[in-house]
């Protein structure tokens, strides 16, 4: 598990696919995150602030900086006396997890019915197209790229920027097991419908609808994701 060498993790750093200018702590939560969720750190490993540091070629103020978003969204226990460690990801987080984002989403949403300008409905329904597109070339990747703009033109409309950065540590982790386990069959055409529902409703000015619709469209991507997770833990 720690046999790769400082100069080959810490070139990993240099190259990931996070935009330049990124600090050096969120490049740690990224590697951190996808090995977590790739399984090469299992749950219950010890995460030692000093041997990751060592593993990093970085000084320790990152890699705590690191474990300490990580917490923050579910996938690293802190105990006091006995440092962090892996959790196990399984459907009791991920309900947890869209709790949060439910809470949030449909109120920025709301907000966004009553708030939204013109401008701000025109990078919706850019989005909202975007996201068509790639529902009906079956290129999920796009899905996850054009949906995270979807939601993210709404919550902007919102005007709410602080519950804007409260949701940005939920989803985070919901976009990085997405980008592994994909949408399930039925997903993306179920989306297609919901997203042109809750765009038709911030245009209509109706908040309560709006609230309801985003509501229904999180409840539906969390049975799919869950659903997901429990076809890789099948054996085979």
């Known amino acids: 598990m720690w046999d790769r060498t400082r100069s080959a993790l810490a070139a990993d750093l240099i190259n990931d696919r996070l935009p330049f200018g990124s600090t050096i702590y969120q490049r740690v939560q990224e590697r951190l995150r996808d090995e977590i969720l790739d399984g090469v750190l299992a749950p219950g490993t010890r995460l030692k602030i000093g041997e990751l540091g060592t593993r990093c070629g970085l000084s320790h103020m990152p890699v705590r900086e690191a474990l300490q978003k990580l917490e923050g969204e579910g996938l690293v226990v802190v105990l006091p006396n006995r440092g962090a460690s892996v959790r196990q990801v399984d459907a009791s987080l991920l309900v947890h997890v869209y709790d949060v984002i439910e809470a949030l989403d449909s109120m920025l949403t709301g907000k966004a019915a009553l708030l939204a300008s013109d401008a701000d409905m025109h990078h919706i329904r850019a989005a909202q197209l975007a996201f068509d597109r790639a529902a009906r070339q079956h290129d999920w990747r796009a899905c996850l790229a054009s949906n995270d703009a979807f939601h993210r033109a709404i919550h902007a409309a919102s005007g709410n920027h602080e519950a804007m950065r409260l949701i940005s540590t939920p989803d985070g982790l919901i976009r990085a097991l997405r980008s592994r ?56």
């Open 181 to 236: 386990l994909g949408y399930g069959a039925e997903r993306l055409g179920a989306a297609v419908a919901q997203h042109a529902a809750i765009v038709d409703a911030i245009e209509a000015r109706d908040a309560v609808c709006a609230r309801q619709l985003a509501v229904a469209h999180i409840d539906a991507a969390r049975t799919d994701l869950v659903a997901r997770l429990a076809e890789l833990d099948k054996p085979t």
